[in-house]
Nanobody, 115 residues
Framework: QVQLMESGGGLVQPGGSLRLSCAAS????????MGWYRQAPGKQRELVAA???????NYADSVKGRFTISRDGATNTVLLQMNSLKPEDTAVYYC?????????WGQGTQVTVSS
């Protein structure tokens, strides 16, 4: 049984930084992509950042230059460094790991950016 555990969320002032991490409790084989999604109140869940097995990355336009995604395939861990945070970044952030057969989701961690 695979479970994803997210951590690093919290309350931060605009311009501050947070580092989210997600680790799998079990082994996941043949990982194709790892990423982070977020869902703000009243909005649809959206892709924030993702990285594929070939090392390529993809970021939402709203976070380019501010967020950095990284991965460690050996430990099935995905990180999201968030800098220069804005109030509009406030959302529940979910990590996602996708392999050849299915995708896995974390339970979500709250990020609140407010002064």
């Amino acid at each position: 049984q695979v479970q994803l555990m997210e951590s690093g969320g919290g309350l931060v002032q605009p311009g501050g930084s947070l580092r989210l991490s997600c680790a799998a409790s079990g082994s996941i084989f043949s990982i194709n992509a790892m990423g982070w999604y977020r869902q703000a109140p009243g909005k649809q869940r959206e892709l924030v950042a993702a990285t594929s097995s070939d090392g390529s990355t993809n970021y939402a336009d709203s976070v380019k230059g501010r967020f950095t995604i990284s991965r460690d395939g050996a430990t099935n861990t995905v990180l999201l460094q968030m800098n220069s945070l804005k109030p509009e970044d406030t959302a529940v952030y979910y990590c996602n790991i996708q392999n050849h057969w299915r995708s896995y989701w974390g339970q979500g961690t709250q990020v609140t950016v407010s002064s």
